[in-house]
């Protein structure tokens, strides 16, 4: 399985990011994953933002930090996520990365974010 | 709201010594959800530990979890050079959303 992740470098403030992450060797509807985006920063450390998953319909979960903000798209032709996130600030700079979050089949086991993207260095800037 | 705390913040050592890495929570969870990280500049992180104490496949036996309640430890016996790195504790924090800690640099 492998991610590859997608997107400009450089976003302006109050303007929106926006990331894709292409998945190959599994697939986006899977009922044993959940998509995540994942971002790093130096003064934020490892946050999660959200996921998207599929069972029995797609579900979509967001974090507190970016809820209001934050759209997770998964697109089952392309087989890919995309991250949206709103109205930036210089806050938002940080490296992001998609990530499958693996479970069993009825989700009664987790076995981490067993996958990641490469990352995407994204600034924040005017 | 799940803190995620661990220690030291910095870890010095020596090919070939163990590293013991504490995640403490701040309230009482499962090992179920109990997983850690390894991160090197310039990389993905790295799954290493699901369910506080299974090995992710591929991960070297030096690697081993353990821990419950709130207290967890990563073990990491026998330190090779590539073994340096931060290290990061996660875990699911409900709502559902899933918060880590914020890391332990393990450094020569």
């Known amino acids: 399985v492998k991610l590859l992740q997608s997107g400009p470098g450089l976003v302006r403030p109050s303007q929106t990011l926006s990331l894709t992450c292409d998945i190959s060797g599994d697939g986006v509807a899977s009922i044993t994953a959940a998509w995540n985006w994942i971002r790093q920063s130096p003064s934020r450390g490892l946050e999660w933002l959200g996921r998207?998953?599929?069972?029995?319909?797609?579900?979509?979960d967001y974090g507190v930090s970016v809820k209001g903000r934050i759209t997770i798209t998964p697109d089952s032709s392309k087989n890919q996520i995309s991250l949206q996130l709103n109205s930036v600030t210089p806050e938002d700079t940080a490296v992001y990365y998609c990530a499958r979050g693996s479970y069993s089949g009825n989700w009664a086991y987790y076995y981490g974010f067993d996958v990641w993207g490469q990352g995407t260095t994204v600034t924040v800037s005017s | 709201e799940l803190v995620l705390t661990q220690s030291p913040g910095t870890l010095s050592l020596s090919p070939g010594e163990t590293a013991t890495l504490s995640c403490r929570a701040s309230d009482s969870v499962s090992e179920r959800y109990l997983t850690w990280y390894q991160h090197k500049p310039g990389q993905a992180p790295r799954l290493l530990i699901y369910g506080a104490s299974s090995r992710a496949p591929g991960i070297p036996d030096r690697f081993s979890g353990s821990g419950s309640g709130t207290d967890f430890t990563l073990t990491i016996s026998r330190l090779e050079p590539e073994d340096f790195a931060v290290y990061y504790c996660?875990?699911?924090?409900?709502?559902?959303?899933?918060?880590f800690g914020p890391g332990t640099k393990v450094e020569i």
């Open positions: 996660q875990h699911y924090a409900g709502s559902p959303t899933w918060t």
């Open positions: 998207t998953s599929y069972r029995s319909g797609w579900q979509n």
